[in-house]
């Protein structure tokens, strides 16, 4: 069949490529040869024409694919973009891929599991219109949730660790929530955030406390949502997904469909911060090694949660992932890709680059990017903070005109 030539060109154009044009009638290893001496963003086309030709494209075009307008700020939920990280999976020879979840609309993969526990506490009954939606977290559920609460005309009371930074509190109390911050200590202790929630969603009147820990319409959010989006923005080529977890609804949402889509093919890691005992568990079945602590905000954990529990058997391995890496990561991201995520997303992604090694070359890593730095930035960027954590040395000097904070 004859082949339009600058129709083919003119396509191609639109979507900034180089195009080689070969032969049909030279030899095979012709076509081995160009192909090997062409560049990653070549197309081959094979035609009858009696010349080779070539155009480079250096200009980048956008491709237009705009989306139909949805409802109000629950319908703009999900479907953020799967970004390959281009150095890092030039580096290990496969392709590292980030859920950009910092592009949800309250800016954190949070959002959806704030949906799913309000919907839930609706379908159950358990909230009216006016009424308050309770909840202990480390900010970005908060967030989440405060958001979902302004545009159903919920109130918002949130208790959180006082160890959280000073920018998730105020964006808080800015989207209208009632903040608690109190003591950080053990889930056992019955003043925890979380315990302290509970007691006072039962002591007034249309309340709920939403219980994202243990909730598992946390969980099914990424059931409905998150896994089948990555399952679809790869047509089903995922050969790793890893994360690490703190409620543990992204990471077993994701979990169970991804194993199930792809007939358990899919390998699962759970990455942790130091101070969690999520690592020791997936390795030895223990939960007592809690040992240090981590600059990360809202993942670790001292216990199985409900979200997790039912799908600890199907993950494959555990990394554990050192602060030196994960800030480390921080600075790689902004200054080599130009992302500006946080201290957990950036944790993520060191996991997805080991789990690429351990799984060799060729393959699709996928991880998550919880949100943006923006959230962080009086501390990931701040000498004296950096300092106080002992991390500046981890911090590459080329990567140090980064650390513009006093």
Same mark, same amino acid.
């Given at each position: 069949?004859?082949?339009?030539?600058?129709?083919?060109?003119?396509?191609?154009?639109?979507?900034?490529?180089?195009?080689?044009?070969?032969?049909?009638?030279?030899?095979?290893?012709?076509?081995?040869?160009?192909?090997?001496?062409?560049?990653?963003?070549?197309?081959?086309?094979?035609?009858?024409?009696?010349?080779?030709?070539?155009?480079?494209?250096?200009?980048?075009?956008?491709?237009? !694919?705009?989306?139909?307008?949805?409802?109000?700020?629950?319908?703009?939920?999900?479907?953020?973009?799967?970004?390959?990280?281009?150095?890092? !999976?030039?580096?290990?020879?496969?392709?590292?891929?980030?859920?950009?979840?910092?592009?949800?609309?309250?800016?954190?993969?949070?959002?959806?599991?704030?949906?799913?526990?309000?919907?839930?506490?609706?379908?159950?009954?358990?909230?009216?219109?006016?009424?308050?939606?309770?909840?202990?977290?480390?900010?970005?559920?908060?967030?989440?949730?405060?958001?979902?609460?302004?545009?159903?005309?919920?109130?918002?009371?949130?208790?959180?660790?006082?160890?959280?930074?000073?920018?998730?509190?105020?964006?808080?109390?800015?989207?209208?929530?009632?903040?608690?911050?109190?003591?950080?200590?053990?889930?056992?202790?019955?003043?925890?955030?979380?315990?302290?929630?509970?007691?006072?969603?039962?002591?007034?009147?249309?309340?709920?406390?939403?219980?994202?820990?243990?909730?598992?319409?946390?969980?099914?959010?990424?059931?409905?949502?998150?896994?089948?989006?990555?399952?679809?923005?790869?047509?089903?080529?995922?050969?790793?997904?890893?994360?690490?977890?703190?409620?543990?609804?992204?990471?077993?949402?994701?979990?169970?469909?991804?194993?199930?889509? !792809?007939?358990?093919?899919?390998?699962?890691?759970?990455?942790?911060?130091?101070?969690?005992?999520?690592?020791?568990?997936?390795?030895?079945?223990?939960?007592?090694?809690? !040992?240090?602590?981590?600059?990360?905000?809202?993942?670790?954990?001292?216990?199985?949660?409900?979200?997790?529990?039912?799908?600890?058997?199907?993950?494959?391995?555990?990394?554990?992932?050192?602060?030196?890496?994960?800030?480390?990561?921080?600075?790689?991201?902004?200054?080599?890709?130009?992302?500006?995520?946080?201290?957990?997303?950036?944790?993520?992604?060191?996991?997805?680059?080991?789990?690429?090694?351990?799984?060799?070359?060729?393959?699709?890593?996928?991880?998550?990017?919880?949100?943006?730095?923006?959230?962080?930035?009086?501390?990931?960027?701040?000498?004296?903070?950096?300092?106080?954590?002992?991390?500046?040395?981890?911090?590459?000097?080329?990567?140090?005109?980064?650390?513009?904070?006093?």
């Amino acid at each position: 069949m004859w082949i339009d030539p600058d129709r083919i060109y003119r396509a191609l154009d639109s979507l900034a490529v180089e195009c080689t044009v070969l032969d049909l009638h030279r030899p095979a290893s012709h076509f081995s040869h160009t192909l090997l001496h062409s560049s990653p963003n070549a197309i081959m086309l094979r035609t009858g024409l009696s010349a080779v030709s070539k155009r480079s494209y250096a200009t980048f075009k956008p491709v237009i !694919s705009a989306a139909k307008p949805v409802e109000g700020f629950v319908g703009a939920l999900g479907n953020t973009p799967l970004i390959r990280l281009n150095k890092l !999976s030039e580096e290990t020879g496969s392709n590292i891929y980030a859920k950009a979840e910092f592009m949800n609309p309250g800016g954190s993969v949070k959002d959806r599991a704030a949906l799913y526990v309000v919907k839930d506490a609706e379908e159950k009954g358990l909230i009216k219109p006016g009424g308050t939606i309770i909840e202990g977290t480390a900010g970005n559920t908060g967030i989440g949730l405060a958001h979902v609460c302004r545009a159903k005309g919920y109130k918002c009371v949130i208790y959180m660790p006082n160890t959280q930074s000073q920018e998730k509190i105020d964006l808080l109390r800015m989207l209208g929530a009632e903040v608690y911050p109190v003591p950080a200590v053990a889930f056992d202790n019955p003043q925890n955030y979380n315990h302290q929630a509970a007691r006072h969603a039962e002591s007034i009147e249309n309340a709920v406390w939403t219980n994202q820990f243990d909730n598992i319409a946390n969980r099914q959010a990424h059931i409905e949502t998150t896994g089948p989006e990555i399952w679809q923005q790869l047509d089903g080529k995922v050969d790793g997904f890893t994360c690490a977890t703190g409620t543990g609804g992204t990471l077993a949402g994701v979990t169970r469909f991804l194993k199930e889509k !792809s007939q358990g093919k899919t390998k699962v890691f759970l990455a942790d911060p130091p101070g969690s005992v999520l690592y020791s568990y997936i390795k030895n079945g223990l939960l007592n090694d809690r !040992s240090g602590s981590s600059i990360t905000e809202g993942i670790g954990q001292g216990r199985v949660t409900d979200n997790l529990k039912p799908e600890i058997e199907l993950i494959d391995d555990a990394l554990k992932i050192p602060d030196e890496e994960s800030i480390k990561m921080i600075y790689r991201l902004l200054d080599e890709e130009g992302i500006y995520v946080g201290a957990s997303s950036a944790l993520n992604v060191v996991a997805a680059v080991e789990m690429a090694k351990k799984l060799g070359p060729g393959k699709n890593i996928v991880t998550i990017l919880c949100d943006g730095a923006y959230r962080y930035q009086s501390r990931l960027f701040s000498k004296k903070w950096i300092e106080s954590k002992g991390l500046t040395d981890a911090i590459p000097d080329h990567l140090k005109k980064y650390t513009t904070l006093d």
